[in-house]
């Protein structure tokens, strides 16, 4: 099998491990061999976006040397940190001379996981005829950093059984952004409380996406307010259906 | 707290404002799509005018000398303003030196930079807005909050009320018609009394020397037209070298700014009144604001700001905008470019907590027509802001240490193993997260954990750990 890395990143890392394992069980339907390296750590994202480049620089070049040790493709189970490596690495990194060439090198191998599996899955191994429904929160990062959300879309879609739920609004923002939820809480909140109300009044059963940071964000709200928050990493919900299929 | 946080609070728990403003939002974005019919076209025009736009902050010099002298030839008297205060006393010197006592206003986003209703009314000159939007927000005693459509915050029942108050009408709240009719004919009076009309610029052509200006009301045409003086007012970042990219620019910035294929007014002035002219004013004035804008045009990470064309699309998109609306940002700019230009301008430093309330979600960069990169804008400014900062300021020493943990794998590795101690994982959100959302629980183990058990195997070189 082929090879190619895979960086949990911090929050799958120490919230949704099992959306990391499921992660390494699709790429190995889809004929890959996942490498962990166990130095990797985080993108550096919460920095960067809170206006603190150096500090994000040094923990980014830490990842570029984690993941440039060997050719393989770098698989990312998030489309908020695959954006980072893949849009902003080059150039948070192009006052580093040594690392500027590293970074494109890195931006140029990595993937958003469902971005680099979705045509390579065995979709006739499904066979599930157990009707879901799914509502998809598409994240900023998978609209406007990675275009991921497409193929979220098309990987639900190669799934007869499932029926995908857009919310309405479902191109804005869930609130969270980082430090954002901690330096203007109120407004956040508003958001979320929105993002929430719209994603259950899909009437889904379950709300996915490939990004834990509004995940977390919305399970958050939804449990101060003892309300109801049924979810999944868009990675472990397609594992899940593909384990339906075989069991 | 900061004031910027207490306005925000008030705005969130005002209904009737939140309702407002989902409403226009959602009749300004549909209006927006449905005009970008023909995407191949509306990218070429996009092409062409991010060029325009983005080449500007460079050209400055020459073609604001450029703008002068055409300008000039043309019989526009121009004047050079370095901040608010200048461009002020310059205008109340024109006024005196006219005796005019009444001014008509066009829409005009600069003469709100400069607060100028303020001062004439200090120096005794009143001054009448004439777009319905801005009479409105006028006749209340408040600002704009918004670039293009000032009153949006209001719906037709609060104008009826404030119309039936004062100015003593009896207003029927479900008929728009009435409601403007009562405005337009408060407004034909002061037209015909005004001695001076103000204006905005949206484009300032230095080849030519044309000032262009669009609107839908024709109060743009008016004011420019009828009183005896006509003052235009605009930032130096309006000039455009010539008029060979306006038809790109009026494509994208009325697309933009409310859906319209084009609209109602094109204005373009190209001086007073001929001698054998019968209509017109006797003289135009231009006075060219700066306000802190060369200072923005030096500074490459930032110069984009100026290539903004004020189409209010990337306010309208914007989700934050969308839930405070624009008076909480307490700026003549709101939403996504008021974040960026305001702590900018000369004056700015109080505007720098504007740039906290911003997701970097990307929907205002997404939507901005000349590709303005809005969300790199505000981080790149958080980035200055912070540099700013002393060492030992609270949040300098988290990231610090969020630094030092990051950069080594076995001190990550030790971070996640102390998180899952009972009662400190929380203790990693602070309570202005916590208030509203619980934090999470981290899982029993790390997928680093996880991996490692399953492959069994405790590789001390971490570049080798396969699965
Ligand atoms: S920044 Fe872009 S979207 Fe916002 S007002 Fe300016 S031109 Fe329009």
Redesign the pocket.
């Known amino acids: 099998m082929k090879r190619v890395y895979l960086f949990g990143t911090c929050l799958i890392d120490n919230y949704y491990p099992e959306a990391g394992l499921d992660a390494i069980e699709l790429l190995s339907l889809a004929g890959f061999e996942s490498v962990f390296p166990q130095s990797q750590t985080c993108c550096g994202q919460p920095p960067y976006n809170s206006g603190y480049a150096t500090q994000s620089a040094a923990v980014a070049m830490q990842t570029v040397d984690t993941f440039l040790y060997a050719e393989y493709p770098l698989i990312v189970p998030s489309a908020s940190c695959a954006g980072m490596i893949k849009n902003h690495y080059p150039v948070l990194l192009r006052d580093h001379p040594e690392y500027e060439k590293k970074a494109i090198a890195l931006a140029s191998k990595t993937f958003e996981l469902v971005d680099f599996i979705v045509d390579k899955l065995p979709y006739h191994q499904l066979t599930s005829n157990t009707p879901v429904t799914a509502a998809l929160h598409q994240s900023c990062s998978a609209l406007r950093e990675t275009g991921s959300a497409k193929s979220w879309i098309k990987l639900i879609g190669h799934m007869p059984h499932v029926t995908l739920n857009l919310p309405c609004y479902a191109e804005e923002c869930c609130g969270f952004g980082g430090t954002f939820s901690i330096k203007s809480p109120e407004v956040s909140l508003a958001m979320t409380k929105d993002k929430y109300e719209h994603l259950v009044a899909t009437k889904s059963q379950t709300v996915i996406s490939g990004d834990c940071g509004c995940l977390i964000n919305l399970k958050g709200y939804a449990k101060k307010n003892g309300l109801a928050f049924p979810h999944q990493h868009i990675a472990s919900f397609a594992k899940q259906q593909f384990d339906e299929a075989n069991s | 707290m900061t004031p910027f946080n207490e306005r925000i609070i008030e705005a969130l728990e005002t209904p009737e404002l939140r309702s407002n403003l989902r409403g226009a939002m959602d009749f300004l974005r549909s209006k927006r799509s449905l005009s970008i019919e023909d995407y191949a076209l509306w990218q070429q025009h996009q092409d062409i005018a991010t060029d325009v736009r983005h080449a500007l902050p460079q050209q400055l010099p020459e073609l604001l000398e450029q703008l002068e002298q055409s300008c000039t030839r043309n019989g526009i008297e121009v004047h050079w303003a370095a901040d608010a205060s200048d461009a002020r006393k310059i205008f109340l010197q024109i006024a005196q030196a006219t005796n005019a006592t009444r001014v008509i206003k066009g829409k005009s986003m600069a003469s709100e930079e400069i607060e100028l209703n303020t001062h004439l009314e200090q120096h005794g000159i009143e001054s009448t807005e004439s777009d319905m939007g801005e009479f409105i927000v006028q006749l209340a005693n408040e600002k704009p909050s918004h670039?293009i459509m000032p009153a949006l915050h209001k719906n037709q029942e609060q104008i009826a009320e404030l119309f039936n108050q004062k100015l003593n009408e009896k207003a029927d709240a479900s008929d728009v018609d009435q409601l403007i009719g009562i405005g337009r004919k408060v407004l034909r009076e002061k037209f015909k009394q005004a001695d001076i009309g103000v204006s905005g610029v949206n484009f300032a052509a230095a080849k030519s020397g044309t000032l262009c200006l669009v609107e839908n009301e024709g109060n743009g045409r008016l004011s420019t037209s009828v009183p005896n003086c006509h003052i235009a007012i605009m930032g130096i970042d309006k000039v455009i070298p010539d008029l060979s990219s306006l038809p790109s620019l009026l494509y994208l910035l009325t697309r933009?700014a409310t859906g319209q294929e084009i609209t109602s007014y094109v204005n373009l002035i190209s001086g007073p009144r001929k001698p054998d002219e019968l209509d017109g004013p006797k003289s135009v004035h231009l006075i060219i604001l700066d306000n802190g804008r060369s200072s923005i045009a030096s500074d490459p990470a930032l110069a984009a700001t100026l290539?903004?064309?004020?189409?209010?699309?990337?306010?309208n998109h914007c989700p934050v905008y969308t839930k405070i609306g624009g008076h909480a940002y307490g700026t003549t700019y709101p939403?996504?470019?008021g974040q960026?230009i305001s702590p900018q301008l000369d004056g700015g430093e109080e505007h720098n907590e504007l740039l906290n309330a911003c997701s970097l979600n990307g929907a205002?960069g997404e939507?901005?027509?000349?590709n303005?990169e809005?969300p790199d804008m505000i981080r790149e400014l958080r980035n200055q802001r912070s540099a700013a900062q002393p060492n030992h300021t609270g949040e300098k020493m988290v990231w610090h240490a969020w630094r030092a943990i990051h950069q080594s794998p076995r001190l990550y590795q030790l971070t996640s193993l102390m998180m899952r101690i009972p009662g400190l994982s929380s203790l990693l959100f602070p309570r202005r997260w916590t208030k509203g959302r619980t934090s999470p629980t981290p899982a029993n183990n790390t997928l680093h954990a996880l991996i490692k058990a399953k492959t069994n195997h405790d590789n001390r070189d971490p570049q080798h750990e396969h699965k």
Do not use: D, Y
Request: a positive charge; hydrophobic letters at 50%; glycine letters at 10%.
């Open positions: 670039i933009s290539a903004c064309i004020r189409c209010g699309a990337c306010m939403g996504p470019i960026v205002c939507a901005c027509p000349v303005i809005l």
